[in-house]
């Protein structure tokens, strides 16, 4: 079974600063998928960034960043020009790209990491 | 992006209760329906997993028969807690993936507070 570790319970980053997130995950796969999700406060789930496995290249979205090292099996998200808005958790997630109708193509979550974003 | 709502987003119940609480993806047809819970200040645990037409599939520890999850169309799907009790409260989110997604869609939740 695949799992998702957040070692940083909690980060804080100045306004305008920029904070990078941890994220490992275990698997066995070599195809698959990784997201990053943002729980603000109203705790609706936000898709921030996705990243496909047989892509070299890091996902960028405006402000933010991956760092996707499949060897290391590691998924940091890099938060640039942090702004207030950006407070909240952040939780990592995998899923894996087979196509088993019974698994429907669930995602394991990673513990989370809230982020504090001082003025 | 495609939206999913739930229904209520929060409720009150008494112990020994069931509640019924719905997912709808608005725009878009859901293959597949996720329950997740959220207990305060941790992760998403995923309960169960239903593809539309076909019998839930539940996750290891999750009783199948306190849970009811019914997925009867394309864009509906509802988790029912029967007979409620305190350890129940908590905060219930669900997601739903269409085919032509390559990702989930989350609703808002709904907080659960079992007297």
């Known amino acids: 079974a695949q799992t998702v570790t957040q070692s940083q319970p909690e980060m804080s980053v100045q306004e305008a600063e920029t904070v990078t997130l941890s994220c490992t995950y275990d698997?066995?796969?070599?195809?698959?998928?990784l997201f990053w999700y943002k729980q603000p406060p109203s705790r609706q789930m936000i898709l921030v960034i996705r990243?496909?496995?047989?892509?070299?290249q890091n996902a960028t979205e405006n402000r933010f960043s991956v760092n996707f090292q499949k060897a290391a099996k590691s998924f940091s998200l890099k938060i640039s020009d942090s702004q207030l808005g950006d407070a909240a958790m952040y939780f990592c997630?995998?899923?894996?790209?087979?196509?088993?109708?019974?698994?429907?193509?669930?995602?394991?979550f990673g513990g989370g990491t809230r982020v504090l974003v001082k003025p | 992006g495609a939206v999913v709502s739930q229904h209520p987003s929060w409720v009150i119940c008494k112990s020994g209760t069931s509640v019924k609480i719905e997912c709808r993806s608005l725009?878009?047809?859901?293959?597949?329906m996720f329950w997740y819970r959220q207990f305060p200040k941790q992760s998403l645990m995923l309960m169960a997993t239903?593809?539309?037409?076909?019998?839930?599939?539940?996750e290891q520890g999750v009783e199948k028969d306190k849970f009811l999850i019914n997925h009867a169309s394309l864009t509906l799907s509802t988790l029912t807690v029967t007979s409620a009790h305190p350890e129940d409260s908590s905060f219930y989110i669900c997601?739903?993936?269409?085919?032509?997604?390559?990702?989930?869609?989350f609703g808002p939740g709904t907080r659960l507070t079992v007297l």
């Open positions: 997601s739903a993936k269409g085919a032509a997604y390559n990702e989930q869609f």
């Open positions: 698997t066995s796969e070599s195809d698959y998928y």
């Open positions: 990243q496909e496995a047989y892509k070299q």
């Open positions: 997630a995998y899923r894996s790209a087979l196509m088993i109708k019974a698994a429907g193509n669930k995602l394991t």
């Open positions: 725009d878009f047809q859901a293959t597949t």
């Open positions: 239903s593809n539309e037409g076909s019998k839930a599939t539940y």
